[in-house]
């Protein structure tokens, strides 16, 4: 069989599941969102992370149509969570380059927040600074994905080749500092430099600033004393399936 077969048969059949990573707000430890990470669950081989298969699925293309279950998936359950009378929050969804540049990205993600009657502010559209290569061409998706309502954040932040000029031009609303510079933080005096220029930077800019990949409490109260809004990693949760989330986030209402 094609590989391509195989990732159409697995979306055609059911086989990609979400999970989700809580979260936070550092001033009050208030859990604040969930960023959606897409599994394989292989009838075979068992769960398949997305690095083995996202990879593939960009280069077949597959990635438009497994990208677009997963928006609307990650809206679904989002949009559940209010109905269960849990405290709305933000879910984040990544999108690729090729997904973010695909023709009529901009009516995929309005038509699936008018079928799952999920307000738009609660969606946060996770890019990273490829993006950023065809600046004039991302401007124009960037501002038609603004005016649906939609929040926008720039992953991976500070690993891209990209320059910082169009930080200032761009409707961004959030930079998550890649977890590279975390793991070491704040031990390694570098990266403990780098964290704070990007946390002053992106509130000087006025963009709020989230830390991933936090995994011990020593990066924690760095990042608290430094004023970083936001954090996500090992340290509070890994990424947990549907309804493990749902349990979690109940206990914390
Ligand atoms: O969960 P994990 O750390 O294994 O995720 C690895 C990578 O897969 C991350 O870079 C993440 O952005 C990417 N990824 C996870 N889910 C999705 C998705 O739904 N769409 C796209 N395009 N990438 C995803
Ligand atoms: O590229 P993106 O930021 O979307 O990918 C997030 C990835 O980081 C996911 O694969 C997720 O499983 C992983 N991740 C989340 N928290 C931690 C953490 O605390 N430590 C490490 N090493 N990885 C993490
Ligand atoms: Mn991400
Ligand atoms: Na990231």
């Excluded at 979306?11 to 960023?35: I, M």
């Excluded at 990007?198 to 990066?219: F, P, R, T, Y």
């Excluded at 760095?222 to 990424?239: E, M």
Aim: glycine share 6%; net charge negative.
């Amino acid at each position: 069989i094609e590989r391509e077969d195989d990732l159409r048969h697995a979306l055609a059949t059911g086989q990609f599941v979400l999970h989700y990573q809580p979260q936070y707000d550092l001033r009050n430890q208030q859990l604040t969102g969930a960023e959606a990470l897409i599994r394989w669950h292989h009838p075979d081989l068992g769960l398949i992370p997305p690095s083995s298969f996202i990879p593939l699925a960009e280069e077949n293309g597959t990635i438009n149509d497994i990208g677009t279950w997963a928006l609307r998936e990650a809206c679904q359950q989002n949009k559940a969570w209010q109905n269960a009378g849990l405290a709305p929050i933000t879910v984040a969804v990544n999108l690729s380059a090729r997904q973010f540049y695909q023709p009529g990205l901009v009516q995929v993600v309005s038509r699936i927040l008018e079928e799952t009657e999920l307000e738009p502010r609660y969606l946060e559209l996770e890019l990273t600074e490829s993006i950023m290569i065809e600046a004039e061409q991302a401007l124009i998706v960037l501002r038609a994905l603004k005016a649906l309502g939609v929040r926008i954040s720039l992953d991976d932040f500070g690993v891209g080749f990209s320059s910082l000029s169009y930080l200032r031009k761009f409707p961004i609303d959030k930079l998550k500092i890649d977890k590279s510079f975390i793991q070491e933080c704040p031990v390694d005096v570098n990266d403990a430099t780098i964290v704070k220029m990007i946390i002053n930077m992106a509130h000087n800019l006025k963009l709020s600033v989230m830390a991933e990949g936090v995994e011990d409490k020593d990066q924690l109260t760095f990042l608290t004393q430094h004023v970083c809004d936001g954090a996500q990693g090992f340290l509070f949760q890994k990424p947990l399936p549907g309804r493990a989330f749902t349990e979690k986030f109940h206990e914390l209402q």
